[in-house]
């Protein structure tokens, strides 16, 4: 069965860097674009970052531009988000999503800012 795993939140001051991986199984990962979206507390999810199969077109929310890398390496199955230059609202829940297909979510990772 398709499983999403989350995994590298945490605790970060403002300023600082976190990378996240999503180690995926249960399909074929480098035929799926995969993404990122987040939940902060009392806020609908929102959509983060989205790499094509091949790695070769991202895109990001306006909020995390500049910011943010999504990255992948098929031959691992695990598609990345680096963080950096966190702010206190960049805390949420982050989840890692298939976006190819049947939409399969992670249960994802709390990501956390604060001095």
């Known amino acids: 069965q398709v499983q999403l795993v989350e995994s590298g939140g945490g605790l970060v001051q403002p300023g600082g860097s976190l990378r996240l991986s999503c180690a995926a199984s249960?399909?074929?990962?480098?035929?799926?674009?995969m993404s990122w979206h987040r939940q902060a507390p009392g806020k609908e999810r929102e959509f983060v970052a989205r790499?094509?199969?091949?790695?070769?077109?991202?895109t990001y929310a306006d909020s995390v531009k500049g910011r943010f890398t999504i990255s992948r390496d098929n031959a691992k199955n695990t598609v990345y988000l680096q963080m950096n230059r966190l702010k206190p609202d960049d805390t949420a829940v982050y989840y890692c999503?298939?976006?190819?297909?049947?939409?399969?979510w992670g249960k994802g990772t709390l990501v956390t800012v604060s001095s």
């Open positions: 999503r298939r976006s190819s297909g049947v939409i399969y």
């Open positions: 249960g399909f074929t990962f480098s035929s799926a674009a």
């Open positions: 790499i094509t199969s091949v790695g070769d077109i991202t």
